[in-house]
């Protein structure tokens, strides 16, 4: 059984990921593909109880370490009990979210730096990189305003602009450094734009799975 491929979508807050996730699991659903929808942090029962640490509001300020020790901790739980097996199971696995956010938030949101956050991926992850990473771009104010009307901020979207800027400055280094592996999408744009770029994306990994 080949190993199924792995798609990671990541973006800025209030980019639209749930709507694009939704639109690219109806693709792959239209090809007949098996497929395992998750999310970082959490993706299992123990990592959503991380998930839940890391993005409640609290009056003791969590210090960076932590944040990056939690993440990579529901990281851990998420690839052993869920993201392996499906992979080896030969079913494609979407998440929303993996290891490109946090080299955007805790290394360079937190300031925490690229080196360290490398030294986790390597130790919790060994070789498992995402085979297509889509993010979905759009300027920090009109993201914050759609973020801003869905209610009650959690603990990363009451950040300042500033740590946007380092946090979308990280993404954008991260995709000119490998861009065969991301596809950069100006999710501004109309929706049916941004899901014509998502469909190229997918559309491609798919033919090459058929022809490997
Ligand atoms: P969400 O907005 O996709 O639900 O993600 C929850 C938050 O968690 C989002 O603000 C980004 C943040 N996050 C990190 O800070 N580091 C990470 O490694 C991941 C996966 C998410």
Not at 190 to 204: D, H, M, R
Request: proline share 4%; with cysteine.
């Amino acid at each position: 059984m080949p190993l199924g491929k792995f798609i990671t979508l990541e973006g800025m807050e209030g980019a639209g990921k749930s709507t694009n996730l939704a639109y690219l699991c109806s693709m792959l659903d239209a090809q007949g593909l098996v497929y395992t929808v998750t999310r970082e942090p959490g993706g299992t029962p123990l990592a959503e109880e991380i998930r839940r640490l890391l993005l409640a509001p609290r009056e003791e300020k969590m210090v960076p370490l932590c944040e990056l020790l939690l993440v990579f901790a529901a990281r851990a739980q998420h690839i052993e009990a869920v993201i392996l097996p499906a992979l080896k199971r030969g079913e494609w696995v979407i998440s929303d979210r993996f290891t490109d956010a946090t080299f955007a938030y805790q290394g360079a949101g937190r300031e925490l730096g690229t080196a360290r956050v490398n030294e986790l991926e390597q130790f919790v992850q060994g070789e498992l990189r995402p085979d297509l990473t889509l993010f979905l771009d759009v300027p920090l104010d009109i993201g914050m305003q759609r973020v801003a009307k869905r209610g009650e901020l959690d603990r990363f979207e009451r950040e300042q602009s500033e740590f946007f800027q380092r946090v979308r400055a990280a993404y954008l280094a991260r995709i000119e450094a490998d861009p065969e592996r991301f596809i950069h999408i100006d999710a501004s744009r109309e929706l049916s734009i941004v899901q014509s770029e998502i469909a190229k994306a997918a559309g491609e990994l798919m033919k090459n799975t058929k022809q490997a």
